[in-house]
């Protein structure tokens, strides 16, 4: 099907003479590209921390505060002050061991992840960073670990290891890292 219109080939006004036929001689083997095939991207809402079966808040327990924009995250235990999680946003405290997920499928990032923090505790480090990137590379262009790390680290198994954690800021990584605050070694 040929969608050409008669006046393509027509030179933009105010031309010349000799640009006009100049212009004439450049276009006339010209043909339009096909029409490109029409992409519908589905509407997301905002990532919000929706708990899984496996990781809901025990009885008697309170849940975290999360707070997910779709960009950046945070979340706190119950208890901690809001004071601790504004501190480790704006990464205040030392960061002593970092944990690079880039690459990583969830399953990967799981073991990696649990491996990661049961050493930190075991050494007593306070401050961790986890870098898993902000899915820039991603076919749908969501960040998928990041939301995992979010729900992993507010898991159930991990509320007396876990006191709170924040997407750390632009020098750390910004939204493409999350920094955690681990309880004290008992």
Not at 126 to 138: E, F, N, P, Q, S
């Amino acid at each position: 099907m040929d969608r050409r219109r008669e006046d393509d080939d027509a030179p933009p006004p105010g031309l010349s003479p000799e640009d006009a036929h100049a212009w004439a001689e450049e276009v006339a083997g010209v043909r339009p590209l096909p029409p490109a095939p029409r992409v519908v991207q589905p509407a997301r809402a905002p990532a919000t921390a929706t708990p899984r079966a496996s990781d809901a808040t025990p009885a008697g327990a309170e849940p975290w505060d999360i707070e997910d924009d779709g960009t950046r995250h945070q979340g706190r235990a119950p208890g901690v002050a809001g004071r601790l999680l504004r501190r480790l946003a704006r990464g205040e405290f030392p960061v002593e061991a970092r944990c690079d997920l880039h690459g990583m499928t969830r399953a990967e990032a799981d073991a990696a992840l649990e491996r990661f923090l049961r050493e930190a505790l075991a050494a007593g480090r306070r401050t961790v960073l986890v870098i898993h990137g902000r899915g820039a590379h991603a076919p749908d262009g969501r960040a998928v670990l990041r939301a995992f790390v979010r729900d992993w680290l507010s898991a159930s198994a991990r509320r007396g290891s876990v006191l709170a954690f924040s997407s750390a800021p632009p020098r750390l990584g910004g939204p493409g890292a999350t920094l955690v605050r681990l309880r004290r070694r008992r």
